[in-house]
């Protein structure tokens, strides 16, 4: 753009490209601000909290706050809860969606179009309107306070089997004639095939999915009562109760909450949006 | 003869064995609880789910006329008002002053997104450090004296703060890349033509990006109305019931009450309000949206 505008406003664009560009960094440390105190507050000692000061950053760093952290609630257990349902339910929800997805990429059959519009129909239901009936179910099954209870309603989305699906399409059906030429079955075309070729698409509906499920809140809260199987979004909200003061141990966890997604994040938002965009836009 | 026959019948069969794990999975956690919410809505149910005695649409009107729950309606419906405009415009703004690639535009691309990537929970907590009365951070830095989370004036908007605050990030993700894939002509013919900033901002690149926004808009409708784990942490719904959400209205009387009558059909009123929500979107997208 820049070229068209002749000496003078390329000299003006230099000045404004530095303002833009602090602006935007003001803008961005003010979003961040949130998180930045959060972590600075973890390593607090109680008494620079919530003081006439309002300090923003520790005078005295002390790793106190996760020490009580820890040993005040099972922090690790947390983790780990976390940490299992949301590997298996993205797992799942990422093997589930594949088939799905090659069935309505791949074949012509009776029904297909049937099908396919009820699974998009699920995205219209918001999953918060089904908890009371779906606990009625997990707990009619025995599996309130198990893995399987707080997974169960994870493990599918209408979403990732729509984008797995839009990806497939661009594969075009000779490819697999071609294949069934060479004597491939489906079975192997689907494995030696369609998955090596689709690995990025892939991991981007595992990561996407592994965030989504890590910061669920509502339906582990009902699911699990008790505190072995809490996941850590449910398991902090439990370090202090609404009305208590004592908020450094409780930013400690939230600081360790957040680690995973923050690497998760920082190690692949581009590709993530760039999945989610091919979703959405196509749609 | 009978061997081709079976091969064939197999084939045949082979596109649904495919879709029967997601089939299967949609059918109990999806379509079952959905109907049969329904279904359950035009009864007593007891407190172990149980259905009881037919009364048509009585659990309706007992809802309709239930103060809390109109409370709760009024409330999420001022709620949804203040937030998913709100974060539309900022991620909008975000994006235009982000477009254009600069120096350090990795940075600040990567901190406008993060939040999007925040479980609500955790960012429930770390508010409510800003939020506390008199000595939070908020309160303090900026000299207020604003009770955020027990005045029922504030605490709504308190609420809708953090909201706007989570649901930016993905807002403004979507967006950027919308105003980057408008076409360079175009705005180059703008500028000949001599038009101002602000002018190309108004004709082309809202007009052009009207498909990324009714999608955000029509998906943070319907998410956005089912809210609940902010309010659930941060307040319970109170002060005075003044941030009583639809949803926290269904767990309380399910949870606390065992009270699964009207959760039912609060649930199902619920959702007709949502989808109402989104076939008047469709409407707009009919006169509104501009597709390339």
Redesign the interface.
Known sequence: ?GE?GGALSMKESKLS?IV??L???F???A??A??L??IS?SFMPASEI???D?N?IPKNPTLENYKIAFNTTPLLRYMLNSFIVALTSSF?RV???L??A???AM?D?KG?KI?FV??LS?I??????????????VSKLHLVNTYIGVC??F??S?NN?FIIRQQFLTFTKSLQDAAKIDGAS?LRFFFSILIPTNKAIIFTVFVSSF?NV??Q??WP??VTNRAEMRTI??G??M?KD?ES?L?GP??A??VI??IP??I???IS?KKI?SG??SG??K? | MGLEMSKKFINNLKPYIWLIPSLFLFGVFTFYPFFHTIYKSFFIVDSMGKVREFVGFGNYLYVLNDKKFLIAITNTLIFLAITVPTSKVLGFCFALLANKKRKFSTFYEASFALPMAMASSVVAMIFQLLYVYPLGILNGRFHLDIRWLTDSKYALIAIAIVQIWLSTGYAFVFLLSAVRNVSNDLLESASIDGASPLKKIFSIYIPLTTPTLFYLLVSDLAYTMMIMGLVNILTGGGPNNSTLTIMLYIYQQFARTGNYTTANAASIFAFLLSLTFTLIAFVWEKKGVHYQ
């Open positions: 753009m068209k490209n833009v560009q602006f935007a960094i803008l961005a440390i979003v961040l949130p998180i105190y959060a507050v919530l003081t006439k309002y923003l799942f093997v589930f969606a088939f799905a090659f069935s309505f074949y059959f297909k099908l009820l699974v699920t219209m239901v918001p999953p918060n309107l089904l908890i009371v009936q779906n606990f009625v179910t169960s309603v493990l599918i209408a089997i489906d965030v890590w910061n809140y509502v809260l009902i979004q449910v902090i909200t370090l609404r003061a908020f409780v930013m966890g939230a909450a957040l997604t923050l998760v994040f920082i938002l949006v989610m965009m959405a836009v749609a």
